[in-house]
């Protein structure tokens, strides 16, 4: 088992990495409140690995309420959250409850949205189980849901507990998911890390092919950059929203064309190829670096070309983009690989080009 | 004009608080984080003061949206939140957007919420107008919307940028709400102040007359109160349950006719009468004393019995209460008049007896 801290001050919380980890709620117990949880899950993540988990808790003295949602972005609204409060309510589970989100990105962030709002605030514990919400999500207290006119506009900064990232779990993982987590493993690379990015081309075949050392190595790289990032800017004020690198392109895709439709990880990864193009228009990314950039997510089995809004709709949707600053949109670009600036430099002009160039 | 502050370190605030306050945009502009706001009002406090204040923001150089919410309680659920999103999205309000609560306890609840949640923060200003907000709900971070199971069950702590609080727009207000509003101030002196409920009980007939000298010195006296707890028990870890004296069974009643059957207020005013009694089961109080609660709350106009809901209705909304640890319900009771604890003590055998006696 790996473990790298959050530090947050009073809010520090650990992320615990390893194969297997799911098995032991020994892991689990000290950062529950009382002895009262509530493990929500969805319809996929629950037939595989809810009973064994919630069993562990109950064997150990735990009242568990057990809550299971539809799966997928299309979920992560309003209606879907209010049947957590639904299900907290009518086990009357109380201020010292502890949410466990099981389950991805779309699990995580809402289970904790619920978390910070359900009675003011009650504790919580991200046990993530795709490679991008093990990787990201999980980690650095994003919590939101979607609205329709734009991606996680409703939610809060909360952090939870703990984080138990089980890598034996990804070897259940739909092949697309397991790519699209590969998405924000790059990103970190593209953004902050040039070693890693290094690492990530040599080793991109084992982490497809899923070998376990590749993956937990992924998965600790990735989250010690996250850590890193959120302890020294928690609220995004500043460097956090280089975490955004092809974000808002991306979230452009996933509102355009209905959520869900492209998982987020796909839609991230043509962004950032947009943004390594508009990046080389500023003069900052030579052919070669885009070239590099859009390489390694066609090898990673990633869509390269974004998808076919049109450039009116594209600059629609991102105008809406939380960035956005006294009416001016700023993106998260690279001023190198490895090195990623957030600006508004680029001119609209210039990304109208890169959506028309890229899509 | 009397300026008190909240002590909450790097979130301090100040609570203004005089008649006229809200002719003057001065005394918001320093509050306000970009050139944009967000004024967010009611479809009764609208028509009488929205335009004035919103056009003197904006004769200062300030972007205004102006969004309009349904009156009462029955809408402090998602629905209308959900409009106040609507309404900031399609005016394209980013993240430094200021949003300004002008109205009543529901819509300063509502507003708040949405200032916590709207891109997961944006700063906000709380403009109350009724008594009840200006004493109590105004001030403190205290932000909900109701779930058909329990009042308030879904919110945030989120503090202000400062109060407004304009005693002169008490004129317009409904006799029964001005009523509702006494309950609250009436619950200061009982909880931790007993010269202020001397006070009120001398003043009580200036109160009712609106006389503007009373008025003022009832709101600042409460909100000293007020500001005092909340400094010491931002999260209401401790001692901030006790501004909850009443809200229990208040809460029952509120949840139990239907949101907005009885007003906020007169709910908690029932309950304090039920809480009294309860106090003198346990020894605390003498029945003079109970007398005394009864009298004052039947002096202000206020309801003195609790809606006939039956104790077992009572008891399993009370259930709800996020109060409860452990399966417990706590409740806010009376050592003696001025001097409210929180305690398990009550059996359910004499709630229930207090339950039956004041209904």
Not at 126 to 141: E, F, I, R, Y
Not at 156 to 163: E, N, T
Not at 257 to 276: D, K, N, P
Not at 308 to 314: I, N, T
Request: glycine share 10%; with cysteine; aromatic share 6%.
């Amino acid at each position: 088992m790996r473990t790298l801290n959050v530090e947050l001050a009073d809010r520090s919380y650990p992320i615990r990495i390893g194969g297997g980890l799911l098995a032991d709620p020994e892991l689990v117990l000290p950062f529950v409140k009382s002895r009262r949880v509530a493990v929500i899950t969805n319809n996929v993540v629950g037939p595989l690995y809810l009973r064994a988990f919630a069993d562990g808790l109950k064997a150990r003295g735990l009242t568990v309420t057990e809550i299971v949602l539809p799966d997928g972005e299309a979920h992560k609204d309003w209606e879907t959250l209010n049947t957590i409060f639904d299900g907290l309510l009518s086990s009357r589970c109380d201020r010292g409850t502890t949410l466990i989100a099981l389950g991805g990105g779309v699990v995580g962030d809402m289970v904790g949205f619920a978390a910070a709002t359900y009675q003011r605030g009650v504790p919580f514990i991200q046990v993530p189980t795709t490679l991008l919400s093990q990787v990201d999500s999980s980690v650095g207290g994003k919590t939101a849901i979607n609205h329709p006119l734009g991606k996680n506009m409703i939610g809060a900064f909360y952090q939870p507990r703990m984080v138990l990232a089980d890598t034996l779990v990804l070897n259940t993982l739909p092949e697309r998911e397991l790519k699209a987590g590969l998405a924000e493993v790059i990103k970190y690379g593209l953004i902050r890390d040039l070693p890693f990015l290094e690492w990530i081309e040599e080793n991109l075949e084992r982490l497809l092919a899923r070998d376990a050392d590749a993956l937990a190595e992924a998965v600790e790289r990735s989250c010690r950059n996250k850590a890193e990032v959120v302890a020294a800017d928690e609220t995004e004020q500043g460097v956090r929203a280089t975490l955004n690198l092809g974000h808002t392109f991306g979230h452009a895709i996933e509102t355009g064309l209905g959520y869900g439709v492209w998982l987020h990880g796909e839609a991230v990864a043509a962004g950032a190829i947009m943004a390594a193009d508009l990046s080389r228009r500023l003069g900052w990314l030579s052919d070669t670096d885009v070239e590099r950039v859009r390489s390694i997510h066609e090898r990673a089995g990633l869509p390269v070309k974004g998808a076919p809004l049109g450039a009116d709709r594209y600059l629609e949707l991102m105008a809406h983009d939380k960035k956005v600053a006294d009416g001016t949109l700023r993106l998260v670009l690279l001023k190198a690989i490895g090195e990623a600036v957030i600006t508004a430099e680029a001119s609209q002009a210039d990304i109208r080009a890169s959506i028309e160039a890229c899509c």
